[in-house]
């Protein structure tokens, strides 16, 4: 038999456009593999001569999902170029937004984004909804939704939208897939979770509109937040944070507590029981190639390990007793290739650091392509190939996002990632290596929004308690003008987002951008390949999967969705042609 082709173009279920092409073997596993991004968007482009105060405002648009933190690191970005000091307040509240956005973004990602690949809706309507209440029952005795009548109301909700024969949020779901492996009683239970966090998720962002103004794209501010602070004011003179709504924002911080113990972990630990294939496909680079920028400073401005939560650290060609440090700065540490990219430098071959990062569009026609330009048949990976760059860390791709920061969290002995992980690993009688897998991401993710709650929890409590001791500084304007900055500076503003390792690089000169450039998480996970055709995490990702039904490729989207793709982040205009949608092509 000769090998078959699919392209599976565009993957739903996530933001922004991205294309897979696998090749199957004859033994019916994927023996090669393909990563593109179908769509540019010219942020750093718009950036250029633009005042460095607004560069938050225009990055943050990159996306609505993770929203946020394109802002946070951009306002870092000009601080650390301009010298900007932020106060205390301001970091714990810039901790706040971060720890909301994290626990909406993993939730959203688990429920609504990828645990339909996992779980038969219409296999629900086969339940007894009395065995569904007992599970719940013996999982998570707290849970306040575990009543059979519960169940049975939700079954007959899904069961209207069968019969309706209109889908709607349900529409082309992978139902009745022979690689679908959860029993009826069980996937009405995970159904019920997911319509019970989509109010929830709903109810966690209040924290933005209150610290931010909004949601999706709360505010930022060069210099620290942009909510006075008032105490004693309970908003009548629009003072946003006084005793009312921090009382109110340790109760959305309880309820994420209450959510995720007894929802989302009892809901993962339940699909890594009845799916223990999944801790062995999907390894990509997890446990070779890792990397973290680290996150969460509870002293404000200092970013050295006593201070950050989310440690910092890569590990290179999977040996996990050393950890590298990591610094962006360094032009030999992070740089960006174009060799498969739709993008020019002067020197074809010749990585850049992003400070002299160039953005400079050049689509050209992929070798194999069938000459038209809306519809390629077949990409070779021997061109150019797709809209994303193709970062490296001193010259290696590297794989970034929860699991990233929990393997390095193990590596460097941090006890709120280590204990928890090696619990649950315990727990479900696996070794280490099976954390590096499709499942083993979503595991990463759920922890980290499990310990991300108590965190949130306790930067809510701290401020209280900084204000309450009579601080009620929330910025430092001192150099808000630009009179006061140096001539040329620059400056780089590292983050974690909730995909992974993101950093903002500005160039200032005279007042105004010089540059601007991103280097994104999703960049570093969907990666072309590289000069010396080392493939991507996504690419090296699907290797060996075996598809239980080639016209049906539910396998892709699992493990693509395990990395939590968007493409919105990591090309930064649709192309005219990127629109495109034809949903599975077996070639
Ligand atoms: Ni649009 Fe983003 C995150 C950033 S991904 S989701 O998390 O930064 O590349
Ligand atoms: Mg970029």
């Known amino acids: 038999m000769s090998e078959r082709r699919i392209v599976v173009d565009p993957v739903t279920r996530i933001e922004g456009h991205l294309r897979v092409q696998a090749v199957l073997g004859d033994d019916g596993k994927i023996v090669d593999s393909m990563s593109t991004g179908t769509m540019w968007r010219g942020l750093e482009v718009i950036l250029k001569g633009r005042d460095p105060r607004d560069a938050w405002a225009f990055v943050e648009r990159i996306c609505g999902v993770c929203t946020g933190i394109h802002a946070l690191s951009a306002v870092r970005a000009v601080e650390d170029a301009i010298g900007i000091k932020i106060p205390k307040n301001a970091n714990l509240i810039r901790n706040i937004l971060n720890a909301t956005l994290y626990i909406h973004d993993h939730i959203v990602h688990f429920y609504q984004l990828s645990a339909l690949d996992w779980v038969d809706v219409v296999s629900a309507l086969d339940a007894d909804p009395r065995e569904t209440a007992a599970i719940q029952q013996k999982i998570s005795p707290r849970h306040p939704l575990a009543a059979v009548g519960y169940f049975r109301d939700v079954q007959n909700r899904v069961k209207k939208l069968v019969e309706s024969g209109q889908l709607s949020i349900f529409n082309k779901g992978y139902w009745g897939h022979p690689a679908m492996k959860l029993p009826p009683a069980v996937n009405l239970l995970a159904v019920a979770h997911y319509l019970e966090v989509l109010d929830f998720q709903r109810e966690v962002v209040r924290i933005h509109t209150i610290l931010g103004g909004k949601n999706p794209h709360p505010n930022y501010l060069v210099g620290g937040v942009a909510c006075p602070i008032n105490v004693h004011d309970t908003g009548a003179q629009g003072t946003m944070v ?346």
């Not at 070779?380 to 193709?390: E, F, Q, V």
């Open 242 to 587: 006084n005793e009312v709504t921090l009382n109110y924002m340790r109760q959305v911080a309880q309820h994420a507590i209450d959510v995720v113990a007894n929802v989302y972990i009892p809901d993962i630990k339940a699909i890594a029981s009845f799916y223990p294939d999944w801790f062995k496909y999907g390894k990509g680079l997890a446990g070779i190639n890792m990397l973290s920028y680290g996150d969460f400073p509870e002293i404000a401005n200092d970013y050295s390990d006593k201070s950050i939560q989310i440690p910092r650290g890569a590990i290179l060609n999977g040996n996990l007793n050393e950890v590298f440090d990591v610094d962006t700065r360094d032009p030999e540490q992070v740089q960006e290739f174009v060799d498969h990219s739709w993008y020019k430098y002067p020197e074809a071959d010749k990585g850049l650091h992003p400070w002299d990062g160039i953005t400079d569009q050049h689509y050209e026609l992929p070798p194999g392509s069938d000459g038209t330009e809306t519809k390629f048949n077949w990409l070779a990976p021997d061109g150019k190939y797709s809209w994303i760059k193709s970062p490296r860390w001193r010259g290696h791709m590297m794989e970034v996002g929860p699991l990233a920061r929990m393997v390095i969290g193990i590596a460097k002995n941090v006890p709120h990632f280590k204990e928890p992980a090696l619990e649950l690993l315990k727990e479900l009688n696996l070794p280490l290596e099976a954390a590096f897998s499709t499942l083993g991401r979503h595991a990463a993710r759920a922890l980290e929004c499990q310990w991300m709650t108590h965190k949130l929890a306790q930067y809510i409590d701290d401020l209280t308690a900084n204000i309450k001791a009579g601080d009620e500084t929330a910025a430092n304007m001192e150099f808000w003008e630009p009179k006061t900055w140096p001539k040329e500076c620059r400056g780089v503003g590292p983050c974690e987002a909730p995909r992974g390792a993101l950093a903002h690089y500005c160039v200032i000169k005279n007042g105004r951008l010089e540059n601007w450039q991103a280097v994104v998480p999703t960049t570093w996970n969907a990666s072309p390949r590289s000069s010396e055709g080392q493939k991507g995490t996504y690419e090296l990702s699907l290797i060996g999967t075996p598809l239980a039904d080639p016209k049906r490729p539910l396998e892709i989207i699992r493990t693509i969705h395990s990395f939590d793709p968007c493409l919105a982040c990591a090309t930064h205009l649709y192309s005219p042609e990127g629109e495109e949608l034809t949903s599975v092509q077996v070639c």
